[in-house]
């Protein structure tokens, strides 16, 4: 017999994000909430810790999708309360 574990997290479980510089691996957590176009400050042009670049622009398509999707993932939680029906994300489970 094999088994395969299956994680999933409900949308209320997510209450932050966490950005990473892939050069020096310095992060920032942010309250779900909290991601707004102010966001985008944190990684315009280089790192604030070493010269990574980050690639995002301001105001790019990009910078905003990833606010929307910040802001569609905060509200998931309460566009779901109360309704007669559980909504799961499924996630890679650690090792």
Do not use: W
Request: glycine share 8%; proline share 5%.
């Amino acid at each position: 017999m094999t088994f395969e574990k299956k994680c999933f997290i409900a949308p209320e479980d997510i209450v932050a994000v966490r950005f990473t510089c892939t050069g020096c691996r310095t992060a920032v957590v942010v309250p779900i909430g909290k991601v707004d176009a102010n966001i985008g400050l944190l990684f315009i042009g280089k790192c604030r810790h070493c010269p990574t670049e980050s690639n995002f622009i301001p105001a790019g398509a990009e910078t905003e999708t990833l606010i929307e999707f910040n802001r569609l993932l905060a509200g998931l939680a309460t566009a779901l309360k109360g309704r007669k029906i559980e909504y799961r994300l499924q996630v890679e489970c650690p090792e």
